[in-house]
C-alpha cells in the first residue's frame, strides 16, 4: 500500500525539537496521542514567538539608536525562529502531500 495516512504513519511525524546532536526527532503514529499534541502544542508556541520576534524585530529596527550587540541578538533569535518555523512547514508540508505525487492528473 502506498500513499495516504498509512505512509505518512510508517515515515513519521518530523517532530518541533531535536534529539541528540541535533538530530530530528520523528513520531510513528495515527497523530491522536500525548506526543502529537504535545508536538502541536510546541508548534502553535514556535509560530506565536516567532510572531512576536517579528513585531520586537519591527520596533527595534525603527530605533535610530540600536547597538552591533543589540542587532547581533535580534539576528541570533530570528535564526532560531526561523530554523523553528521551517521544522514546522516541512512538518506540516509532509503530512499534507497528496496521495499520488505532486500534482494532481
Keep these: 500500500?502506498?500513499?495516504?495516512?498509512?505512509?505518512?504513519?510508517?515515515a513519521g511525524r518530523l517532530l518541533p525539537w531535536t534529539g541528540t546532536e541535533g538530530r530530528p526527532c520523528y513520531l510513528v503514529g495515527d497523530?491522536?496521542?500525548?506526543?502529537?499534541?504535545?508536538?502541536?502544542e510546541i508548534e502553535d508556541v514556535q509560530i506565536d514567538m516567532a510572531d512576536q520576534l517579528?513585531?520586537?524585530?519591527?520596533?527595534?529596527?525603527?530605533?535610530?539608536?540600536v547597538t552591533g550587540a543589540e542587532l547581533?541578538?535580534?539576528?541570533r533569535r530570528l535564526?532560531?525562529?526561523?530554523?523553528?518555523?521551517?521544522?514546522?512547514?516541512?512538518?506540516?508540508?509532509?503530512?499534507?502531500?497528496p496521495e499520488s505525487g505532486p500534482w494532481p492528473g
Excluded: I, N
Design 1 to 10: 500500500m502506498t500513499g495516504g495516512a498509512r505512509d505518512c504513519a510508517v
Design 31 to 40: 497523530g491522536t496521542g500525548y506526543v502529537s499534541r504535545l508536538a502541536d
Design 54 to 65: 517579528l513585531g520586537h524585530a519591527a520596533e527595534l529596527l525603527a530605533e535610530r539608536r
Design 72 to 75: 547581533h541578538y535580534l539576528a
Design 79 to 97: 535564526s532560531e525562529s526561523l530554523r523553528d518555523v521551517k521544522r514546522v512547514a516541512e512538518s506540516r508540508g509532509a503530512r499534507l502531500a
